[in-house]
T-cell receptor, first 114, second 114 residues
Framework: KAGVTQTPRYLIKTRGQQVTLSCSPI?????VSWYQQTPGQGLQFLFE???????NKGNFPGRFSGRQFSNSRSEMNVSTLELGDSALYLC?????????????FGQGTRLTVV | AQSVTQLDSHVSVSEGTPVLLRCNYS??????LFWYVQHPNKGLQLLLK??????LVKGINGFEAEFKKSETSFHLTKPSAHMSDAAEYFC????????????FGAGTRLAVHP
């Protein structure tokens, strides 16, 4: 069974640009969550999608957005990039909403904003 | 509000000696708790999860954790450290309500010396 696939693995963007990251969850999983990991703030929840609907959102500005497609693949978009957006972005895939369903993470996309 | 506190940012052990990584949680409800490991430049891998079925939880690679409600703790242990255990470990609580929002501790970096 294939794991969670995130593309691209590495990105370098210029301040002010926008970027789109992609996540393909494990087959059969309908929940996709996104996290930002930085040395200063650690791992922080961005948002979660389930059956194409955003179910939960973290405390990030509106420049961060996402969507989920009917095949459960998800994208997140960051507009007007700032230097502080440099981070490892991790996607997590889960079967559904049950309390104890574990989340499986992808390798992440390393975004560098210059 | 739910949260986790990892009591040590760095732990250093010798190969073959026991490992103890400490985690305290805060939750008004019966929590869903997890331990994840992250090796350099890798995504997060689930070590084990607390499902409320048993207080002593066994995970992969010889790790286990004990849920102690009276102490609000979920410490991770391993009887004998291996060089390959060197990594960052995260204690995680899942937001109650059936959503897939994970709250991460700050992480504990484990160093294993020969």
């Amino acid at each position: 069974k294939a794991g969670v696939t995130q593309t691209p693995r590495y990105l370098i963007k210029t301040r002010g640009q926008q970027v789109t990251l992609s996540c393909s969850p494990i087959s059969g999983h309908r929940s996709v969550s996104w996290y930002q990991q930085t040395p200063g703030q650690g791992l922080q929840f961005l948002f979660e999608y389930f059956s194409e609907t955003q179910r939960n959102k973290g405390n990030f500005p509106g420049r961060f957005s996402g969507r989920q497609f009917s095949n459960s693949r998800s994208e997140m978009n960051v507009s007007t990039l700032e230097l502080g957006d440099s981070a490892l972005y991790l996607c997590a895939s889960s079967f559904g909403g049950q309390m104890n369903t574990e989340a499986f993470f992808g390798q992440g996309t390393r975004l560098t904003v210059v | 509000a739910q949260s986790v506190t990892q009591l040590d940012s760095h732990v250093s052990v010798s190969e073959g000696t026991p490992v103890l990584l400490r985690c305290n949680y805060s939750s008004s409800y019966s929590p869903s708790l997890f331990w994840y490991v992250q090796h350099p430049n890798k995504g997060l891998q689930l070590l084990l999860k607390y499902t409320s079925a048993a207080t002593l939880v066994k995970g992969i690679n010889g790790f286990e954790a004990e849920f102690k409600k009276s102490e609000t703790s979920f410490h991770l242990t391993k009887p004998s450290a291996h060089m390959s255990d060197a990594a960052e470990y995260f204690c995680v609580v899942r937001l109650s309500g059936g959503y897939n929002k994970l709250i991460f501790g700050a992480g504990t970096r484990l160093a294993v010396h020969p």
